[in-house]
């Protein structure tokens, strides 16, 4: 990839995950992080809500359906390792109720939040 297509991509995923942070204050959550990284992985969202505290995958692509289908096995592995390691270093968290959910972001259309989109 072109370091032209790369930047413009990193622009566009950063600005999906400005107006996913945006729709999930509206919805009453709590930005705990924005692009966790941790050797394990990445983690675009974390945020809680109540005693739930959701990790939050971002796509913006094309379709509803293009986004989910990009989150695939290896990449949910890789961000459940990532809340494994958060949970562990914010052990006031280890109470809460975990979830782990897809933010989908389309030209020209609201987000839609997919609570829980899988489990570990």
């Known amino acids: 990839m072109s370091r032209d297509k790369r930047l413009k991509a990193n622009r566009l995923g950063q600005g999906a995950e400005r107006r996913a942070a945006w729709v999930l204050r509206l ?7 924005r692009g966790y990284r941790c050797p394990q992985g990445e983690i675009d969202i974390i945020a809680r809500r109540g005693n739930v505290v959701a990790f939050i995958e971002v796509k913006a692509r094309e379709s509803y359906a293009a986004a989910l289908n990009a989150v695939g096995p290896v990449q949910r592995g890789r961000i459940e390792r990532a809340a494994q390691h958060y949970i562990a270093a914010h052990a006031g968290l280890n109470v809460c109720d975990l979830r782990f959910d897809v933010m989908a972001i389309m030209p020209y259309h609201w987000p839609r939040h997919v609570i829980d989109a899988w489990r570990p």
């Open 27 to 33: 919805k009453g959550y709590t930005i705990l992080e």
